[in-house]
Nanobody, 114 residues
Framework: QAQFVESGGGLVQPGGSLELSCAYS????????MAWYRQTPGNQREWVAS???????NHKDFVRGRFTISKDNAKKMGYLQMNSLKAEDTAVYYC????????WGQGTQVTVSS
């Protein structure tokens, strides 16, 4: 079964940057809109950003101007460049296809703290 594997998280100071990566093991990566989500303990997973088959992007208000979603169809990879990180961005980040949800990966932990 196709899987998502997220990586690139870590501990970063406020104002810092990270780039998250999402590797997809299936064969239809270029056929779907891909999205990044995040979840904090006790809260539901929330949508952060998405990129369509054609490359059009949308970003949640609270990350717009700071985060940028992108993808490489040939490599079956998605990315989330995160700049100007804030403490409230601390969460586990996941990727998936919002219109055809697959199994959730383990996510990658992002911690923003001084």
């Amino acid at each position: 079964q196709a899987q998502f594997v997220e990586s690139g998280g870590g501990l970063v100071q406020p104002g810092g940057s990270l780039e998250l990566s999402c590797a997809y093991s299936g064969s239809s990566f270029n056929m779907f809109t891909m999205a990044w989500y995040r979840q904090t303990p006790g809260n539901q997973r929330e949508w952060v950003a998405s990129i369509s088959r054609g490359g059009s992007t949308n970003h949640k208000d609270f990350v717009r101007g700071r985060f940028t979603i992108s993808k490489d169809n040939a490599k079956k990879m998605g990315y989330l460049q995160m700049n100007s990180l804030k403490a409230e961005d601390t969460a586990v980040y996941y990727c998936n296809f919002p219109n055809s949800l697959g199994p959730w990966g383990q996510g990658t932990q992002v911690t923003v703290s001084s």
